[in-house]
C-alpha cells in the first residue's frame, strides 16, 4: 500500500504537508563547521516557516578517489549529531552504509537515509526500518521510478510504514546524469517524494579524482521539481563551496539559500 505521508521527528512530508527541506553541508567537516551551518540554516527556514531537517554524512563511502576525505567517522559523528538535536532541536538525517551503522546512530538519527547506490540492499533496508524511524531511500541513478516499491515493501514487511523516497537524477551514458520530472509524479504513487537538487547536478567522475558538476542549475532544477509536485527538497549547502572537502562543484552557497527557498515557497502556494 502507498505511503501517503511521512515523519521525521514533528516534521511531517507528503499529502496535505507544507514543503520542507532537508539541508546541511555534504559532509561533517569538522564540530565547528557542522554547528555553524546548522546554526545560520535554522533561522532561515524559520523565519519562512519551512520545516527543516538537517543532515550531514559521517562518512562519504563511495568517494571517487581513496584519498579523498571521507569524514569523521561513527563515533566523532554521533556527539556531533547529538548536539545538533539537543542544543538546537533540530532533527537530523545521514546517511548510512552497513547494517551495524543503525544501532549505534538510531539514538541520535531521525531519519535514516539509504543511499542511492545502495537502494536494493535488504539488510540495510531492513535494520533502518526495524529503527522505526524514518527510512528515505534515494532512487538508484540506474533504477526506473516504478522499480522502487520493492524498496519500499521491505521497509513495510518489517510494520514500519514511515518511508520517503528522494529522486537524484537517472545516468545518461558516461559522467551525466538527467532529470526527468515526470519520475515525481511516479513516485508519489509509492511514498512521499523528496527531490535532490544538488546531486542532481553532479558529473560523476568528470572531475577525473573527484565528481564534478555544476551549481548554476541548482535553482532550475529545484524550481522544475515544485511544479512537479514534489513533498520536499534536499539541498546540500555550504559557507564556501569552492573550499568544501566534498561535492564542492554541487553544493549551494549559503548566501543564495534563503533566495532560492523564498522562490521555491512562492511557487509551491501558486500551485493548484
Given at each position: 500500500?502507498?505511503i501517503?505521508c511521512a515523519?521525521?521527528?514533528?516534521v511531517k512530508?507528503?499529502?496535505?504537508?507544507p514543503?520542507?527541506?532537508?539541508?546541511?553541508?555534504?559532509?561533517?567537516?569538522?564540530?565547528?563547521?557542522?554547528?555553524?551551518?546548522?546554526?545560520?540554516?535554522a533561522?532561515?527556514c524559520r523565519?519562512?516557516?519551512?520545516?527543516?531537517v538537517?543532515?550531514?554524512?559521517?562518512d562519504?563511502?563511495?568517494?571517487?578517489s581513496?584519498?579523498?576525505?571521507?569524514?569523521p567517522?561513527?563515533?566523532k559523528?554521533?556527539?556531533?549529531?547529538?548536539?545538533?538535536?539537543?542544543e538546537?532541536g533540530l532533527?537530523?538525517?545521514?546517511?548510512?552504509?552497513?547494517?551495524?551503522?543503525?544501532?549505534?546512530?538510531?539514538?541520535?538519527?531521525?531519519?535514516?537515509?539509504?543511499?542511492?547506490?545502495?537502494?536494493r540492499?535488504?539488510?540495510?533496508l531492513?535494520?533502518a526500518?526495524?529503527?522505526?524511524?524514518?527510512v528515505n531511500?534515494?532512487k538508484g541513478q540506474?533504477?526506473?521510478?516504478?522499480?522502487?516499491?520493492p524498496a519500499i515493501?521491505?521497509?513495510?514487511?518489517t510494520?514500519?510504514d514511515?518511508?520517503l523516497l528522494t529522486?537524484?537524477?537517472?545516468?545518461?551514458?558516461?559522467?551525466?546524469?538527467v532529470?526527468?520530472?515526470?519520475?515525481i509524479?511516479?513516485?508519489?504513487?509509492?511514498?512521499?517524494?523528496?527531490f535532490d537538487?544538488?546531486?542532481?547536478?553532479?558529473?560523476?567522475?568528470?572531475?577525473g579524482?573527484?565528481?564534478g558538476?555544476?551549481r548554476?542549475?541548482?535553482?532550475?532544477l529545484?524550481?522544475?521539481?515544485?511544479?512537479?509536485?514534489?513533498?520536499a527538497?534536499?539541498?546540500?549547502v555550504?559557507d564556501?563551496?569552492?573550499?568544501?572537502?566534498?561535492?564542492a562543484?554541487?553544493?549551494?552557497?549559503?548566501?543564495?539559500?534563503e533566495?532560492?527557498l523564498?522562490?521555491?515557497?512562492?511557487?509551491?502556494e501558486?500551485?493548484?
Amino acid at each position: 500500500m502507498a505511503i501517503k505521508c511521512a515523519q521525521i521527528d514533528k516534521v511531517k512530508i507528503g499529502a496535505g504537508q507544507p514543503l520542507a527541506i532537508i539541508a546541511g553541508p555534504c559532509v561533517i567537516e569538522s564540530r565547528d563547521h557542522t554547528l555553524k551551518m546548522a546554526d545560520a540554516i535554522a533561522p532561515i527556514c524559520r523565519r519562512l516557516d519551512v520545516p527543516l531537517v538537517f543532515k550531514a554524512s559521517f562518512d562519504k563511502a563511495n568517494r571517487t578517489s581513496a584519498n579523498a576525505y571521507r569524514g569523521p567517522g561513527l563515533e566523532k559523528a554521533i556527539d556531533i549529531f547529538a548536539a545538533i538535536g539537543r542544543e538546537m532541536g533540530l532533527p537530523v538525517t545521514t546517511d548510512i552504509h552497513l547494517p551495524d551503522q543503525v544501532a549505534p546512530l538510531a539514538p541520535v538519527i531521525d531519519c535514516m537515509q539509504i543511499p542511492a547506490f545502495l537502494c536494493r540492499q535488504t539488510d540495510l533496508l531492513v535494520a533502518a526500518a526495524n529503527t522505526g524511524r524514518c527510512v528515505n531511500v534515494k532512487k538508484g541513478q540506474f533504477m526506473a521510478p516504478e522499480q522502487m516499491g520493492p524498496a519500499i515493501k521491505k521497509i513495510q514487511a518489517t510494520g514500519n510504514d514511515n518511508a520517503l523516497l528522494t529522486e537524484r537524477g537517472t545516468f545518461f551514458g558516461y559522467g551525466r546524469l538527467v532529470n526527468d520530472m515526470t519520475a515525481i509524479p511516479l513516485l508519489k504513487q509509492i511514498a512521499p517524494t523528496v527531490f535532490d537538487a544538488t546531486h542532481s547536478c553532479q558529473h560523476p567522475g568528470a572531475g577525473g579524482d573527484k565528481t564534478g558538476g555544476n551549481r548554476q542549475f541548482i535553482k532550475t532544477l529545484a524550481l522544475s521539481a515544485i511544479a512537479a509536485g514534489a513533498d520536499a527538497l534536499f539541498l546540500e549547502v555550504h559557507d564556501d563551496p569552492d573550499s568544501a572537502m566534498s561535492d564542492a562543484a554541487t553544493q549551494l552557497p549559503l548566501d543564495l539559500f534563503e533566495s532560492l527557498l523564498q522562490d521555491c515557497c512562492r511557487l509551491r502556494e501558486a500551485l493548484p
